[in-house]
């Protein structure tokens, strides 16, 4: 039998719901609203408190991938697009006709954009590094601010020079 267990966790762009299944990692979902929350709330859960080890880690700027069991449960399509989305590398971005290529189906611009709004596991498969054709940040299920505060914690820093 597959339990589900639940833990939630502050963060810097709020809270987050982390949710898990005996196989991995199913969600990370942004916690803004009451709502019933999935399976058995388990605070010590390992899976969830791997993934808040690497989630902290991550915000703190010491991570750039996550080496965590994952468990995506959606369409065949939707799960290509995820994967998809977890070969863009830390700092970098991707348009949805870039990911719709990627997977073998340049004209699924817009389906690639309903799967990625549908992705259950945000941060960690990075959503937030597909941005519109036109370089614009454009639709994110964690809002716009969110999605800026997280390409800007990827964004390389500035390297100070001796001779300066």
């Excluded at 970098?92 to 611009?109: F, K, L, M, S």
């Excluded at 990075?126 to 505060?149: D, E, M, Q, Y």
Aim: aromatic share 8%.
């Amino acid at each position: 039998m597959n339990k589900t267990y639940h833990k939630i966790i502050d963060s810097p762009v709020g809270k987050l719901l982390l949710v898990a299944r005996d196989k991995g990692l199913s969600s990370v979902i942004w916690d803004r609203e009451e709502r019933e929350k999935p399976g058995i709330e388990d605070n010590n859960n390992p899976i969830l408190l791997e993934t808040e080890q690497q989630l902290n880690e991550y915000f703190g700027k010491k991570r750039q991938t996550f080496s965590l069991p994952l468990d995506f449960e959606g369409t065949a399509f939707q799960k290509k697009v995820w994967e998809a989305l977890l070969t863009i590398p830390f700092g970098e971005t991707r348009t949805y006709g870039d990911i719709a290529r990627q997977i073998g189906n340049p004209q699924a611009v817009r389906a690639v954009g309903g799967a990625a709004n549908k992705n259950p596991i945000c941060i960690i498969a990075p959503c937030h590094r597909v941005i519109g054709a036109t370089g614009n940040l454009v639709g994110f299920g964690g809002g716009l601010s969110n999605k800026t505060l997280l390409l800007e914690i990827e964004r390389p820093q500035a390297q100070l020079s001796l001779w300066d």
